[in-house]
């Protein structure tokens, strides 16, 4: 992730340059940041994710959402605006959607690691995420062939549920009967 303007801006400004441009752009507490075009190989995953999570779903309320989609974090004990573009989102409370995105706090998101957008998806994502109460957060690492989720525990703080490295299955604890082989996700 890269600042898209060293300044910071009004959320008004924000949703103008938003809307003229064709980045993708996430606004966090004033700061713009700016996504690298993903590669390939993120997008082959990304797609294969979102067809496992869509395919698991189906006829259930959650709904699969992949970027670019909007979500703005919504959480009355936090103040400031976060306006994030996650590479997949699992929402299953309907009443934040409007028009332009979702606003209120996806059940899970996955994120998908570049090597410009490293710290933030490991550090301040995760923290964004934990903070607003998103129950999974899942990185993929597409460098290392390798998947970490993690849940809110009991004291509303992340802990890792399950991590692993090529092979074997990763599974979710929000949605507790999916399962997904990590030889699916990385093969070609």
């Not at 698991?56 to 994030?84: Q, R």
Request: aromatic fraction near 12%; include cysteine.
């Amino acid at each position: 992730m890269y600042l898209y303007r060293n300044d910071s801006m009004s959320l008004e400004e924000y949703l103008q340059v938003r809307e003229e441009s064709e980045e993708i752009l996430e606004y966090i507490d004033g700061f713009v940041y700016m996504s690298p075009s993903p590669s390939t190989k993120h997008q082959r995953i990304s797609s294969k994710l979102q067809l496992k999570f869509g395919n698991h779903l189906d006829g259930k309320i959650c709904e699969v959402f992949s970027a670019p989609y909007d979500i703005e974090l919504k959480n009355d004990n936090i103040e400031g605006t976060k306006i994030i573009v996650p590479d997949i989102s699992i929402i299953c409370d309907k009443t934040g959607f409007t028009d332009a995105r979702y606003v209120g706090v996806p059940d899970l998101i996955v994120e998908i690691l570049s090597p410009s957008n490293q710290s933030h998806d490991l550090v301040t994502k995760l923290n964004l995420y934990m903070d607003y109460g998103v129950r999974e957060y899942w990185i993929v690492n597409p460098m290392l062939n390798t998947v970490t989720v993690y849940t809110l525990n009991d004291e509303k703080l992340y802990e890792q549920h399950d991590i692993k490295k090529e092979t074997g299955e990763i599974t979710s604890k929000v949605f507790n009967d999916f399962h997904v082989d990590l030889k699916y996700i990385f093969e070609n």
